[in-house]
């Protein structure tokens, strides 16, 4: 299995004689979900052009199952591009929409007529075959788009930002019908978004960008659990950065550490830790535990804010040396830690063992 289809072998762009992408390797897998995930200008568009071919790289190649696509035009790659805008033809009915790709091959009539509506029936949309793209809601002609780029059957689908333009609740739904058509296909995907609980949601791995270059490379769980830096840590989810102090090697898989007053004896993370080291300790909102004041556990604080959010409560405490720590709690109204109000004293702590080290980082 993992057998990779798509590779990018150092690739670099500059545009002005700004380096967008400095010799960045990606090893694409055939039939998977692979996520572009960074801040707005990273590269990610960029990445996903030179893929499509409508840039051309300064250095590097792009090989397509052994074939070197790097000097390949576009219309003549096996992959196919879903832009944010839709990009349809006003003027002509989703049938023909869909079919223009292959009326263009000169595919035979009866071939067209049966894979159009084959495309059409797996976003759903056969009875809308008649209609114009303007008779159709937002999600509807996004679908049409997808429709467009599948019936050409291509071997990677290349999707830039294309639920964006969609209203939240649409945009649930379409992530769903995306995935699930992706599985159907098995057509690999490479999907840009700069929205990271999309990513997790939807993919089999991410690439998390940052200035043209690759942070981490991993499934959902590694990128969220393990982040490889404090980049991803912050741009993947809300994360609790507490400083550490290493107090010495407990045994041979155990350190401990100093982290908020308490003395902690905590997994031995991959790096090199010394003695009297600086590091951080990540600890997600969901892994704080917000305690009663009487509790001999955690670290002293109060609640400044408190959002309920349906399932879960969010909230904010200070601790005593003016720490900041976010707390977010499946709701349970028999716990009594939950009748605390704004101004009232709790404790802090953490479930053992789902805090993730980091070291110190210059710049
Ligand atoms: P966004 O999420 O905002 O779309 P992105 O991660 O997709 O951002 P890119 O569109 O790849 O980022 O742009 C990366 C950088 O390259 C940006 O600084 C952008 O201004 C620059 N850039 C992209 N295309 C061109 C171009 N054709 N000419 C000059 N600069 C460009």
């Not at 039939?31 to 200008?41: D, I, Q, R, V, Y």
């Not at 989703?94 to 292959?102: E, I, K, R």
């Not at 294309?162 to 769903?176: C, E, G, H, I, N």
């Not at 998390?208 to 393990?226: F, H, M, S």
Request: glycine residues 8%; contains cysteine.
């Amino acid at each position: 299995m993992n057998q990779t289809l798509l590779s990018l072998r150092a690739l670099s762009k500059q545009f002005d004689g700004k380096s967008v992408l400095d010799s960045l390797d990606l090893d694409i897998y055939d039939g998977e979900f692979l996520t572009l995930l960074g801040p707005s200008g990273c590269g990610k568009t960029t990445l996903l052009r030179l893929m499509a071919g409508f840039e051309h790289p300064d250095k590097g190649s792009i090989t397509l199952a052994g074939d070197d696509l790097t000097n390949t035009a576009p219309e003549h790659r096996p992959l196919n591009t879903v832009f944010q805008n839709y990009a349809l033809f006003p003027h002509m009915s989703v049938f023909d929409n869909v079919a223009y790709g292959l009326k263009m091959e000169k595919r035979p009539k009866e071939e067209i007529r049966q894979r159009v509506d084959e495309a059409l029936a797996m976003v759903q949309l056969e009875e809308y075959a008649g209609r114009k793209p303007h008779q159709l809601s937002g999600g509807q002609q996004q679908r049409v788009a997808i429709a467009r780029a599948v019936v050409k059957r291509p071997k990677v689908l290349l999707l830039d930002e294309p639920l964006s333009a969609l209203d939240y609740k649409l945009r649930r739904t379409m992530q769903v019908e995306l995935k699930r058509l992706q599985r159907e296909l098995g057509i690999t995907f490479i999907f840009v978004t700069h929205d990271q609980e999309e990513a997790l949601s939807m993919s089999d791995r991410v690439v998390v960008l940052k200035e043209g270059v690759i942070q981490q490379l991993g499934t959902p769980r590694e990128v969220y659990e393990r982040p490889a830096n404090l980049f991803t840590a912050r741009f993947v989810g809300e994360t609790n950065f507490f400083p550490g102090r290493v107090d010495g090697a407990d045994g041979e898989d155990t350190i401990s550490v100093n982290v908020l007053g308490l003395k902690r004896s905590f997994r031995k993370p991959d790096f090199q830790v010394a003695e009297g080291q600086e590091l951080h300790v990540l600890l997600r909102p969901e892994d704080i535990r917000v305690l009663a004041p009487e509790s001999t556990d955690g670290v002293p604080g109060k609640v400044v804010e408190r959002n309920y959010k349906g399932s879960t409560l969010d909230s904010v405490i200070h601790l005593e040396d003016g720490t900041e720590v976010l707390a977010s709690e499946f709701f349970d109204e028999d716990d009594p830690a939950f009748d605390y109000r704004l101004g009232e004293p709790v404790r802090v702590s953490w479930v053992d063992g789902w805090e993730w080290l980091l070291p110190q980082e210059n710049g």
